[in-house]
């Protein structure tokens, strides 16, 4: 390849100077020759013009037939196409050929003769005493065959130097390229290793040179290769010492990588401390300004509370944001894979976020389509994190509008759906230099000295690590002046569990008038209802809703679903309202303003008002009651804050103001308090007296929360067990399984509120004082109680009668397993596997209405911390499978079932 490459490039070196040659003088040659034809056409053309136009004067202008031969024979002249004798009176002209071309656009040129394109035309006037033009056109198709005859002939003589050239190089060519193919051989000879050879090619000049250098080079490579081995071995020696010296780096490689893992320890602890330190204060703060609203105060004093309240929830807020972040960071941040509902998860987000919306005057709007599956399995708690950091820049960022949510199907993998996510808004939108940094982090849309919203940057950078660790993507549809579309997929698997869907047939086929002015609202409110299989008849505004009454259209609708536009926006709302409460028609009016709307409709048994956004449970609800179906009053309100029954707590905690602060809520709840600022004095009371519930401090100096816990514990006799609640401002997720795992009962993070409270002594006192002791263990107290308890169930879930269900779904789905594996861990006397499965058995029933149950497990699991052996633990374990056959049994009951 080589060889045939040298070839060719001297062939080309010597043709290319040939062929150029050939090609200059040629063409040199060529444009003269045309030059000349032209100039001898264009003065052959002339003479004959002038000729012909001399004999036509000499001849009678009358004699037509004289004049027409000469025409005729004027044809047979060379390129002649067409000649005319024209008069200027208007005559019958004498024309000899093919009529002329038109000279219409035709140029004249530099010898007299117009250029049609194709031909030339040459005019000359007759005598003036017979006023006639005579017209000869020319071809040009001799001219054309000149021009060919030049180009053949050049072409031939360029062919014929190439080829003359071509035969030297040729030879010489051979000459040079066969002593280059010897060497290439004997270079590859020398690479496969043949040292033992003759090299002689008989070239000359530089050629042998070359084959002198290539002798040369066998003899020093002979040479080399028996220095390289020397070499090798005298580096086989250096290796084993470098080894030797490697080893030694990876030890201390290996002691600096145990001073990292520790000094990222410390910074986690420091992490966790910090966390502890600012939360701690913050905690005081929220707390108080809330107490501090409840008294009486002057507007300017409530303005400053409130500006004190906000503020301290912000930094709240950013203090989550930068923790989170640096889990994230770190990489200890871990997603759960629990069962959820992404319908509930959109609404709970927009129910806490409405007031925001509220105060913006923005609408809210939910659209989730009916292909997308609702039961998954994921982490609800990230999900709803990055939706409330998605739908809160949205509302922060839009002035006017509505802020919507939509949910669909992006593909469909079978047991894995992949879940595309948007938040809409109405504002000013963002430019594409913007959007570019918008999910890195500490990166604000406006990062001007005069941007009007706070924040640390990192709700977005956080979003963007959260979606992608759970499998999805995040990006942003924007243009400026048109709003913007935060978009994330979410890759979840279908949870095979079928659970219990918020269907009623109560509501079936009635007919509802739906009245919404924001047309993603009413598309949100249209899915809704239109899932209980309602007939649903749409209106665009009040106006057309008034219309259609007058009209008697409404006299056949069961409800009115109304949503009414804000306050500020309407003048005379007040008056439609109260023409719509007139026709007597349940209704249902969604407001962003309910309290207003509410003092007028008060009264009115056939109305009722929600704030916007809507919930499914709250319209469910509200329908219900509208049409006066028992029970579903029990499903629209929480239970209240306000203990039904005495409770005695300790609280333990160093800081004055948190101690105070919890102190203040739990009395304010009817609990009886005792406060303790130290562990020493805690461990003191607790000796001396009974409490229901203990909430204890974690980092307190001298005796910290754990060591307290511990030595409760160890003062506790018989089958006592008071339960002990963390409260703490702990970040990281390893400390709660460290709290757990060393005696306490539950977690609750600062900052806590009245609702944190009366949960936890809900959850772990009001339901279970009466049975806390329980003598004899053979025959326990459990049958007393229910089986299932639907009331508590509800109360447990908040009063959500599709949560209540779900947990209890949850529950029966896993009975499944869990008793034959507490079972075989008794049976084989497993007793930490048997106090893991009971004890996760236990907290589940803790959200569920199973009494007897919960309190089987609940003794169980007594009897294991406390020691007790076989002979009371097996009556126990016989106990509580009894009681999962019990609730098994109950719910697959025909009338259960139904």
């Given at each position: 390849m080589a060889n045939r490459s040298l070839h060719s490039r001297l062939m080309l070196m010597a043709i290319l100077p040939a062929a150029l040659a050939a090609l200059v003088v040629g063409g040199y040659a060529l444009i003269s020759h045309l030059l000349n034809v032209q100039d001898s056409n264009a003065s052959r053309q002339q003479l004959l013009a002038d000729s012909f136009a001399a004999q036509l004067e000499s001849m009678d202008h009358r004699d037509t037939r004289s004049q027409q031969t000469l025409l005729h024979r004027l044809l047979e002249e060379q390129d002649v196409r067409a000649a005319s004798l024209i008069f200027d009176d208007n005559r019958p002209h004498q024309h000899a050929g093919p009529r002329l071309l038109p000279t219409a656009g035709a140029t004249l040129d530099n010898d007299g003769r117009l250029d049609t394109g194709s031909s030339?035309?040459?005019?000359?006037?007759?005598?003036?005493?017979?006023?006639?033009?005579?017209?000869?056109?020319?071809?040009?198709?001799?001219?054309?065959?000149?021009?060919?005859?030049?180009?053949?002939?050049?072409?031939?003589?360029?062919?014929?130097?190439?080829?003359?050239?071509?035969?030297?190089?040729?030879?010489?060519?051979?000459?040079?390229?066969?002593?280059?193919?010897?060497?290439?051989?004997?270079?590859?000879?020398?690479?496969?290793?043949?040292?033992?050879?003759?090299?002689?090619?008989?070239?000359?000049?530089?050629?042998?040179?070359?084959?002198?250098?290539?002798?040369?080079?066998?003899?020093?490579?002979?040479?080399?290769?028996?220095?390289?081995?020397?070499?090798?071995?005298?580096?086989?020696?250096?290796?084993?010492?470098?080894?030797?010296?490697?080893?030694?780096?990876?030890?201390?490689?290996?002691?600096?990588?145990?001073?990292?893992?520790?000094?990222?320890?410390?910074?986690?602890?420091?992490?966790?401390?910090?966390?502890?330190?600012?939360?701690?204060?913050?905690?005081?703060?929220?707390?108080?300004?809330?107490?501090?609203?409840?008294?009486?105060?002057?507007?300017?004093?409530?303005?400053?509370?409130?500006?004190?309240?906000?503020?301290?929830?912000?930094?709240?807020?950013?203090?989550?944001?930068?923790?989170?972040?640096?889990?994230?960071?770190?990489?200890?941040?871990?997603?759960?894979?629990?069962?959820?509902?992404?319908?509930?998860?959109?609404?709970?987000?927009?129910?806490?976020?409405?007031?925001?919306?509220?105060?913006?005057?923005?609408?809210?709007?939910?659209?989730?389509?009916?292909?997308?599956?609702?039961?998954?399995?994921?982490?609800?708690?990230?999900?709803?994190q990055v939706l409330t950091n998605l739908i809160s820049n949205a509302i922060k960022f839009t002035d006017t509008g509505s802020v919507v949510v939509r949910a669909m199907l992006e593909e469909n993998r079978g047991a894995e759906a992949v879940i595309k996510m948007t938040v809409t808004d109405t504002g000013n939108g963002l430019s594409a230099d913007q959007q570019k940094s918008l999910f890195n982090a500490f990166t604000q849309a406006d990062q001007s000295a005069r941007r009007q919203e706070g924040g640390t940057g990192l709700g977005l950078a956080i979003s963007k690590r959260l979606v992608e660790g759970m499998g999805g993507e995040i990006g942003i549809?924007?243009?400026?002046?048109?709003?913007?579309?935060?978009?994330?997929?979410?890759?979840?698997?279908?949870?095979?569990?079928?659970?219990?869907?918020?269907?009623?047939?109560?509501?079936?086929?009635?007919?509802?008038?739906?009245?919404?002015?924001?047309?993603?609202?009413?598309?949100?409110?249209?899915?809704?209802?239109?899932?209980?299989?309602?007939?649903?008849?749409?209106?665009?505004?009040?106006?057309?809703?008034?219309?259609?009454?007058?009209?008697?259209?409404?006299?056949?609708?069961?409800?009115?679903?109304?949503?009414?536009?804000?306050?500020?926006?309407?003048?005379?709302?007040?008056?439609?309202?109260?023409?719509?409460?007139?026709?007597?028609?349940?209704?249902?009016?969604?407001?962003?303003?309910?309290?207003?709307?509410?003092?007028?409709?008060?009264?009115?048994?056939?109305?009722?008002?929600?704030?916007?956004?809507?919930?499914?449970?709250?319209?469910?609800?509200?329908?219900?009651?509208?049409?006066?179906?028992?029970?579903?009053?029990?499903?629209?309100?929480?239970?209240?804050?306000?203990?039904?029954?005495?409770?005695?707590?300790?609280?333990?905690?160093?800081?004055?103001?948190?101690?105070?602060?919890?102190?203040?809520?739990?009395?304010?709840?009817?609990?009886?308090?005792?406060?303790?600022?130290?562990?020493?004095?805690?461990?003191?009371a607790f000796q001396q007296d009974d409490f229901d519930l203990v909430f204890m401090d974690i980092q307190m100096p001298g005796m910290d929360g754990k060591t307290t816990t511990a030595r409760m514990r160890s003062h506790e006799t018989g089958t006592r067990h008071t339960p002990i609640v963390a409260l703490t401002a702990h970040a990281l997720e390893s400390e709660r399984r460290d709290l757990l795992d060393s005696g306490l009962d539950d977690y609750l993070s600062k900052p806590i509120s009245e609702k944190q409270l009366r949960y936890t002594l809900e959850k772990w006192v009001l339901k279970t004082t009466k049975d806390d002791l329980i003598q004899q263990p053979e025959e326990p107290e459990v049958h007393k109680l229910e089986v299932f308890d639907a009331a508590l169930a509800r109360r447990r879930a908040g009063g959500r009668e599709a949560l209540a269900n779900e947990m209890m779904s949850m529950l029966l789905d896993s009975l499944v397993t869990d008793r034959p594996a507490i079972s075989s861990a008794f049976d084989s006397g497993d007793d930490e596997t048997l106090l893991e499965r009971v004890h996760k058995l236990h907290g589940a029933t803790r959200y569920c209405g199973t009494p007897r149950l919960e309190q089987a497990a609940k003794a169980l699991e007594e009897a294991l911390k406390t020691g007790n052996g076989r002979d009371i633990l097996g009556p126990l374990v016989a106990t509580l499978c009894d009681e999962i056959c019990a609730l098994e049994h109950y719910c697959q009951a025909p009338e259960v079932s139904e």
């Open positions: 030339w035309q040459i005019r000359r006037p007759i005598n003036p005493g017979s006023p006639a033009t005579l017209t000869i056109e020319f071809s040009r198709q001799g001219q054309y065959i000149s021009v060919l005859e030049s180009l053949v002939t050049l072409i031939l003589i360029t062919l014929g130097v190439l080829l003359l050239a071509m035969i030297p190089a040729l030879r010489f060519g051979r000459q040079l390229t066969r002593p280059i193919h010897e060497m290439v051989s004997t270079v590859q000879r020398i690479r496969d290793g043949d040292l033992n050879m003759n090299i002689n090619t008989q070239a000359l000049g530089e050629l042998a040179q070359l084959e002198t250098a290539l002798r040369q080079m066998v003899v020093a490579l002979d040479d080399a290769q028996t220095e390289l081995q020397q070499n090798v071995d005298q580096a086989t020696q250096d290796l084993r010492e470098t080894l030797e010296t490697i080893e030694i780096q990876n030890i201390e490689l290996d002691m600096a990588r145990k001073e990292a893992l520790k000094a990222s320890q410390i910074k986690s602890e420091f992490l966790a401390n910090m966390s502890h330190e600012i939360r701690t204060p913050l905690n005081g703060i929220l707390g108080f300004t809330k107490l501090l609203g409840r008294s009486s105060m002057t507007p300017r004093q409530q303005d400053y509370l409130s500006t004190i309240h906000k503020s301290a929830d912000s930094l709240l807020a950013i203090i989550n944001d930068i923790l989170d972040f640096s889990k994230i960071e770190a990489g200890k941040l871990s997603l759960e894979h629990t069962p959820l509902n992404l319908h509930d998860l959109i609404e709970d987000v927009q129910t806490m976020l409405a007031p925001m919306a509220q105060d913006r005057g923005l609408e809210q709007a939910a659209i989730i389509y009916s292909d997308v599956p609702l039961n998954l399995l994921g982490d609800p708690q990230r999900i709803r549809e924007s243009s400026e002046g048109k709003g913007s579309t935060f978009w994330f997929t979410l890759r979840a698997e279908r949870d095979p569990k079928q659970r219990p869907s918020m269907f009623t047939e109560e509501l079936k086929h009635k007919t509802v008038t739906l009245v919404e002015t924001d047309e993603y609202g009413r598309l949100g409110l249209y899915h809704m209802l239109s899932h209980w299989q309602m007939e649903i008849r749409e209106h665009h505004s009040l106006a057309h809703l008034m219309t259609a009454a007058d009209k008697g259209e409404l006299a056949n609708s069961d409800f009115l679903v109304v949503g009414v536009p804000n306050l500020n926006t309407t003048p005379d709302l007040q008056q439609q309202v109260d023409d719509l409460a007139a026709l007597g028609r349940p209704m249902l009016v969604l407001s962003n303003n309910p309290e207003t709307v509410s003092r007028w409709l008060e009264d009115l048994p056939h109305c009722q008002v929600q704030g916007k956004p809507a919930t499914r449970q709250r319209l469910l609800n509200a329908l219900l009651a509208l049409a006066g179906e028992e029970g579903s009053e029990s499903l629209s309100l929480a239970p209240a804050l306000q203990l039904h029954q005495p409770v005695s707590v300790m609280v333990v905690d160093d800081h004055p103001g948190n101690l105070k602060l919890a102190r203040v809520f739990l009395e304010e709840l009817g609990a009886d308090v005792t406060a303790c600022e130290s562990g020493a004095s805690a461990l003191e």
